[in-house]
Structures are given as C-alpha cells and as structure tokens.
C-alpha cells in the first residue's frame, strides 16, 4: 500500500521535459511509481489526491537563505515553505552561527543584526546559544524543521573562533591561518556544506567595523577555499564589493582561484539586471570565464523577480549603504534628524546619491518614486501610498526635500516604498536571455535575512505565475527547472530537484490560473515582539518534504519531516570542469 498517490496530474518533473498527465505514488518518503494518467487509478493508498488541472513540480531549492536564526523559531522557514521551497541552503556571506565559542555570542548576535537585519531582540529571546561545534549546531535541527536545510560554514566564526577579539583589525598569523582551516575541515566533517566569506565594503559588524573576514589575506581566503576539496558534497560561495554593481579585475582573479583552489563551484550573489547599464551582465560573468581557465566554475546568482523592500531614515537599510552618507546616517536619532533639516546637507547627500559614485545604489535616489507606507504623526496623516512626486508637486517643493521633511515629522519612522526603476521590457528580456547563461542561475532571496525591509521569499510563485500568466518569457517546464534540478545540481543535493522513482518525494502542488503571491505585509511576529516583512502564496495546493504534507492551501499543516543536508551523506561532488 502506498504512503500517498497522486492522480491526473499534471505532472513537470524538474528536467524541462514537457509536462505530461500522470500518477505519482509516494511510500516510506520516496517517490515509488510514475504512471501515465489512470495507471494508479486501482491501487491502494492511505491517501489518495485528485489532481485535475493541478501541476505537480519538484519541491523548489532556495540556494541563497540566512535562515540560520529564523529556524530555532520557526521551524517552518516561513514564509518560504507556502511558496512551495523544500529546501534552503543558510550560512552563506561568511556569517554562520557555528562554531562558537560562548564568549563571541553576543558579539555574533550584533553583528547579524547589523549586516543580516535580524532584529537584536529576536536573536536574543529566540535562541538558547549553548552549541559550540558546527555538527553540534547542525543537531538542533534535526527531526524538528519543516524543510530541508544544509549550511555552509561562515569565513567569520571561523576567524572569530580562532582568533577572538583580533579577528577584527588583524591579520592571521600563518599558524591561525592553520588553526582555520584545521577548524573548517572539522566543521566540513561534522556536515558543513562548503566555506563562505565576504570581503564587501558593505559588511560592517555592530560596532560599525569591519566583519572578521573582511581583515583577512588573499592567502588566507585560498588556504580555507582551498580546505573543501577534501570533503566529498562540498561548495563555496563568496560576496565582494563588486557583487552590487562592477567587479575590479582583482575580484575576479579571486573569485576565480578561489573556485581553483576548492576544485569546488563558488556562487556569488546577486547579478542584478538593469537595461540601463548593459556593461554589468557580461563584464559580472568574466568571473565565469576566468575561473574556466584556472579549470574553476563561478556561478552568478539573479533573481527571476523584483524583491518587495520597504525603507526607513531609523532604521538601517540599503539607503545606509550610499557612498559619502555614512557620516550622516551612522549619527543617533537625533543627530541624524538635526543634519537632515540643513539645506547644505540634504543638497550635499543627494548629489552624492545622484553620482555614477553611488554604483548600483545610484538608483535608489529616484525620490520622486517612493510611495509612502506607513506613517506615523499627524503631520503626515493621508500620505499612505501615494507617490512622493505627486505630494512635491502639490507642496512646491524637489522629491528630495518633500521626502526628509516626510520622514523628519515621522521621527524617521516613515515606510518607504521603492519603485523598481529596472522593470522595463528590455530589462526583463535581458533576465530571461541571462537564465540560459551556464555562468549564472537563479537563486537569491535572502529569505531569512532584512526583515523588516525585504521579502524576497516568494520570488518562486511569483515567477511562475509570471511565466504562466504574465510575461511568459520561459517556458512552464523552463522555469520549474531553473528553480529545482539547477541549484540541487549546483549543490550535488542527492536524489532532490527532479520528480524520479527513487528520488525524496519533495512535491509542489499548485493551480497554474492562480498561483502567485501575497503582497508583503509587516507583522510582529518575531520573539521579543520584533517586526518582518511576509508574503502568503495563492494558489500553492501541497507541499510535501520527504513524503510528508508540510503545506495545504497556503498553510503550514505543523509537521516537521525535513532533514539537515549534511555534505557527503547527502551531496555529492559536483565538478568544475
């Protein structure tokens, strides 16, 4: 007797294959028998799901999650697992959890408020920090999450673990170099997927300086890239300044030895797409190209939709990223609203948000295209979701100027709600050309990460209803295959990404005439009554991980059948060349 059967369905298996009407049979976690339509009809099961006009897809792979934290809250990695993700890959840009020593706890803790938006008060209330190996972090999940979660080991505990307070302003000696890469092999053995790092100017930890890993050596970085190609199932993933906008020629080399050094892929994250600057796509994949001559493989991540993000003078977002504003933005409340009524410094903040300086941020100065969210004094009562050019207009006054004496009479509290200025149709034709490019994949969300002002999590369901009903730039199979077989290839996850007998049964079940998203709301759900921005899903029917349902009808159903990929019992080597 089969566990589950699943009948006319409309079945895409994860291959790009076209989609066919089948039976699908599912016992003991494992996909058992695929049948033409009718095939099952007269077996027994212990459930049995009609599936007419349904489509049944491989549960979705999410390569680019920070749900290190969110899952010993929330063992469902919401709002991921209503939008069909069965697996999440956390521990990636150099921060993970583990190992850690119970003095760096609260140093870590501040420093993934900082850089990772997970609020302070969530890391604090929702977390018991008594683990100290990466295997012993790793353990806490298991037999108690919903989806299936494999992490890389973090550049910054490791640094931090080694080094203690002189992994911030030092480099290591060649004996701590040693003593790294001895504690990463341990962590790899334990079930550490790969290595990560970051060397971004944009990682600061919560004392304003820069994130241990940013102090290390080019030596440093290959000896520890360098440590996983003696662990079967292994990866590495690396952020650089030059992720955001432009690499420099020297990222690229690194990238690229990087990847040689590991004789493992590196992905990095994110390539974003802008028909304005056409330069950025193939001057990002060189990294591709010079990592294939070292026999290496860089892999650019990019996202199949435009994330929801909201924004806020008070709170620390990509507007505290601008070139040149850090001197204003780092100041306290007070301070920060002091220098932003002065003519002299508004003039002089955006004209540097205005300048080909600012890179990939430059397009967060288009003022005049925010729509306000929620606001929070009288003075600015009837302003929710209106455009910020139209209010200038009617006061007389530049976007830029209505914009700050908004958030000014907000006590900087005021949402703000950026207008993508990359959604134009050459944008858009420009993506879909880039996800047939072997040197890239689709992947990025950051579920997990920027709570409060970023929900890239659904980005699944709304691409497919985009491919279905929308833009319809790839095909149906095309697109369920970019998000399945590609990142569980990528990561060499075993028998996960494809619909095969044998294979775990990870399964998504949607309508194709509604599947979609939720538009991102800001709740407070977080332990310590923290906020973050969700998305439920339309039209995301099941969702089983492991054989099990963990979603009917957009809702999670309690169980928790996921397991922790560990590397090598569960992934496989995946070559470079």
């Known amino acids: 007797m089969f566990d589950v059967k699943i009948l006319s369905v409309r079945l895409v298996d994860g291959t790009g294959a076209p989609e066919r009407l089948a039976d699908v049979a599912v016992e003991a976690g494992r996909i058992v028998a695929i049948t033409e339509a009718g095939g099952l009809t007269e077996t027994s099961a212990n459930e049995t799901v009609e599936g007419a006009g349904l489509v049944l897809a491989p549960g ?24 069909g993700v069965t697996t999440v890959i956390g521990g990636n840009c150099g ?40 295997g012993e972090f790793l353990d806490r999940f298991e037999n108690k999450i919903a989806v299936n979660a494999g992490f890389l080991v973090g550049h910054c505990a490791i640094r931090r673990y080694v080094m203690g307070e002189a992994s911030v302003g030092e480099e290591a000696t060649p004996e701590q170099i040693s003593l790294m890469v001895a504690l990463l092999k341990t962590s790899l053995e334990q079930g550490g997927l790969g290595f990560s790092t970051t060397l971004s100017h944009t990682h600061s930890d ?47 080399e690194l990238l690229a030895q990087m990847s040689a050094a590991g004789q493992r892929p590196l992905n990095w994250n994110v390539l974003t ?15 591709g190209d010079r990592a294939a001559e070292l026999g290496g493989k860089v892999i650019a991540l990019t996202m199949p939709s435009i994330v929801p993000m909201n924004m806020s003078f008070g709170t620390y977002c990509a507007l505290f990223m601008i070139p040149g504003w850090g001197d204003v933005m780092g100041l306290d409340r ?120 970023m929900c890239g999590a659904p980005y699944t369901t709304r691409f497919l209803g985009d491919v279905i009903r929308g833009r319809k730039l790839v095909s149906l199979e095309r697109a369920v295959q970019l998000i399945t077989e590609a990142p569980a290839q990528l990561f060499g996850l075993r028998d996960r990404g494809t619909i095969a007998i044998g294979n775990h049964a990870d399964l998504v ?44 009808d957009g809702a999670a159903t309690g169980a928790t059948p996921g397991t922790v990929v560990r590397s090598g019992r569960d992934t496989y080597t995946v070559a470079t060349i």
């Open 60 to 83: 979705f792979v999410d390569p680019h999650t920070h749900y290190d934290a969110q899952l010993h809250w929330d063992p469902f990695a919401t709002p991921s697992n209503v939008h």
């Open 334 to 453: 007070p301070q920060r609203i002091e220098q932003l009524r002065d003519p002299a410094v508004r003039e002089a903040l955006n004209a540097k948000a205005d300048s080909p300086g600012a890179g990939v941020f430059r397009r967060l100065s288009a003022w005049g295209a925010y729509v306000i969210g929620d606001t929070f004094s009288a003075a600015n009562e009837g302003l929710k979701m209106r455009k910020v050019s139209d209010i200038a207009k009617e006061r007389g006054q530049n976007s830029f100027d209505c914009l700050l004496d908004i958030v000014i009479n907000d006590d900087l509290r005021t949402i703000l709600w950026p207008i993508a200025s990359d959604g134009d149709d050459k944008s858009w034709q420009m993506r879909a050309e880039l996800w047939d490019d072997p040197r890239a994949m689709v992947g990025g969300s950051d579920a997990g990460a920027h709570l409060d002002r």
């Open 206 to 252: 919560g004392d304003g300086a820069k994130v241990p890993s940013r102090w290390a050596t080019n030596d440093e970085v290959l000896a520890l890239s360098g440590a996983v190609k003696d662990h079967e199932g292994t990866t590495l993933e690396a952020i650089v300044s030059g992720c955001l906008d432009m690499f420099s020629d020297e990222e690229i």
């Open 509 to 552: 079940m949607f309508d194709p005439e509604t599947i979609a998203s939720d538009p991102a709301t800001l709740v407070e759900d977080l332990p310590g009554d923290s906020a973050r921005l969700t998305a439920g899903s339309q039209g995301v029917t099941r969702v089983w991980v492991n054989g099990i349902e963990t979603v009917r």
């Open 273 to 287: 797409v802008d028909s304005r600057v056409p330069q950025r796509i193939p001057r990002q994949l060189e990294a």
């Open 95 to 134: 921060f993970s959890l583990a190992p850690i020593k119970p003095e760096a706890a609260d140093y870590t803790r501040k420093m993934m408020a900082k850089v990772e938006g997970m609020p302070l008060a969530a890391l604090e209330h929702g977390i018991t920090w008594d683990w100290h190996s990466f």
